[in-house]
Structure formats: structure tokens, C-alpha cells
């Protein structure tokens, strides 16, 4: 089994910045690749971005392009997004997840562990 928490969240106004932060824990040899999704009300999942455990490599969502970062820190198992000018459209409940082959799906049914989720509430 492999656990994921996530914490971070909270409100902001737009054009701010929060960070998010995923530890995992259990058995972290399942976590080859990770990523951030997030779900508004009404709305289906969707991918913001994604790192391969092993290279670092990422993939990130147009939408968040060029304003949204994700890291991992081996030593702590920890996964952020550092999240920067924030605008109201991103406002939804963010989850990390993590799957045991390393490429960098998309797809929330790719994914076979989740965390609970961190609210992030950007004010216009």
C-alpha cells in the first residue's frame, strides 16, 4: 500500500502563491511517476502536472504552464507544486497521486494511489 498526503491549500487572491506539498509513504517503490489533479465543482478531474520519480522529468497542463512548478525531494518522499499567479480558474480540490510504471499519464484511471485532497480558493 502506498499513502499520500497532501497539505498546502488555503486561500489566496489572485495573482498570489501557495505551495502544495505530497508526502508518501508505504511502498514508495510503487511511486514512479507522480502528479497534481485537481477537481472544481461541477467539474470532471483533470491533470496539472506530472514528474518521474527517478529523472525529474515533467509534464505540465497548458493551463498552468509557465506558473505552476513540481518537484520532488527523494530524502523526504515529497512531492510540491508551487503554485504562482494564482488566478480564480484554479480554484478546486488538488490531489496528488501516484502510479508504479514511470510514464507520465494524464489520465486520473492511470493513477493507482490518491490522496485526500487540499482546497485551493484563489478570489478574484
Known amino acids: 500500500q502506498v499513502q499520500l498526503v497532501e497539505s498546502g491549500g488555503g486561500l489566496v487572491q489572485a495573482g498570489g502563491s501557495l505551495r502544495l506539498s505530497c508526502v508518501v509513504s508505504g511502498r514508495t517503490f510503487s511511486r514512479a511517476a507522480m502528479a497534481w489533479f485537481r477537481q472544481a465543482p461541477g467539474k470532471e478531474r483533470e491533470f496539472v502536472a506530472g514528474?518521474?520519480?527517478?529523472?525529474?522529468?515533467?509534464r505540465y497542463a497548458e493551463s498552468v504552464k509557465g506558473r505552476f512548478t513540481i518537484s520532488r525531494d527523494n530524502a523526504k518522499n515529497t512531492v510540491y507544486l508551487q503554485m504562482n499567479n494564482l488566478k480564480p480558474e484554479d480554484t478546486a480540490i488538488y490531489h496528488c497521486?501516484?502510479?508504479?510504471?514511470?510514464?507520465?499519464?494524464?489520465?486520473?484511471?492511470?493513477?493507482?494511489?490518491w490522496g485526500q485532497g487540499t482546497q485551493v480558493t484563489v478570489s478574484s
Open positions: 497521486a501516484t502510479k508504479s510504471l514511470s510514464s507520465i499519464g494524464t489520465m486520473s484511471w492511470d493513477y493507482n494511489y
Open positions: 514528474i518521474r520519480w527517478s529523472t525529474g522529468d515533467t
